[in-house]
Structures are given as structure tokens and as C-alpha cells.
């Protein structure tokens, strides 16, 4: 059976809010798309962190992910996590490291199940790179 690019994204977001509530964090889902936005997860100092679910693709010897946003200068959530098709990998990645808005990002492994970025995201607010 073949998934739809939707029926994928879906999967993902829910295994996100399944780790998500793994590691601690209260998890709100929005009823229907603000911005990109497809989770607000709360840290341990009661922040609301925007966060987009994206599936990584493989491309040759590196994890990508295409990219899209509503502004030129800055990535709009707070927190993009990237599933890897299964479920085998996860990385946890701060808006403002993606302020490039290059098409294609290469994900780095030192963002690799990095869930504390959730409680350091109000250092990253408001900063330009």
C-alpha cells in the first residue's frame, strides 16, 4: 500500500507528539493549520514552542528536507522536527538555524534527538544568526 504525502506527514506528526510526551512535555495539536504550525509543545517553564513536522528524504549519503516559508528572513516556528521514513531517526531543530531558507537543508547529527532544544528556545527567540 502506498501512502499518501499527507497520510505520511500525519504519521510523523503523531509519532512526534507520541515522543514528545515520552520525553515529558505536554503536547497541544491546533485544529486546523496556523502558519505551519502543526504542534505547540510546552516546556518545562510553561513556553508555548511552535513546532512543523517535516520527513526527512535521503538523498545520496545525507538526510534533507525541502524547505517552504512565509517569510524571506526567518524560519517561522520556533522548532522544525524532521522524521526519517520508519520512524528511525529524529532530529530536533531550532527555527533560527534555518534562517537560510535554502530549498534543500541538510540535516546535521548534532540535532539528532535533541528534545532539550525545547527548553532552550526562549535563548534562541528574537535571534538573528
Known sequence: MT???STRGAAAEQYVVAQALHHGFRVLVPVVDLNGVD???LNSRGELVSTQVKTAKRHRTAWRLRLTSSTQHRYAVDVLV??????GKLWVVPGVVLT????????????LDRWDVFEAVGAFRGRAP
Open 82 to 87: 524532521a522524521v526519517a521514513p520508519g520512524f
Open 39 to 41: 504542534l505547540y509543545i
Open 3 to 5: 501512502l499518501t504525502s
Open 100 to 111: 537560510d531558507l535554502q530549498h534543500n537543508v541538510a540535516l546535521r547529527d548534532k540535532w
